[in-house]
């Protein structure tokens, strides 16, 4: 449920956040349903397609390096900030920010399927 994906997400980065820890991302592993079988003829198992495999498996966490946001990276902010554009936001941010942005691109990333 897409609710329950929202609040993992956000529980999880807020406490990167207080731990002051960047440079995460979201590993998403999808796993097909199994497909249903037929019994086996003269040792042959057959697919059936009739569209009752049950649900797949979504398996996902947050993976990657855990920066710890120390004086080099504030350094490569304020460095990076002052080098782009200033409408660009630097790559790397302190973690309330990063956290954030996180947050919003995963929001864009999952949606839930509305029936009509």
């Not at 592993?29 to 040792?43: F, I, K, L, Q, T």
């Not at 797949?56 to 900030?81: F, H, N």
């Amino acid at each position: 449920d897409l609710r329950y994906l929202e609040a993992a997400v956000f529980n999880d980065t807020q406490l990167l956040s207080k731990l002051h820890l960047m440079d995460y991302s979201l590993l998403l592993a999808a796993v097909p349903p199994e497909p249903s079988h037929s019994p086996s003829v003269n040792g042959l198992s057959m697919t059936l397609g009739t569209g009752n495999e049950g649900p797949g498996t979504l398996s996902l966490g947050i993976i990657d390096y855990l920066r710890p946001y120390t004086w080099d990276k504030q350094v490569e902010t304020a460095w990076k900030s002052l080098a782009q554009n200033s409408s660009d936001q630097p790559t790397v941010i302190e973690p309330d920010n990063y956290a954030g942005r996180f947050l919003r691109a995963m929001s864009t990333y999952f949606v839930a399927d509305c029936p009509a």
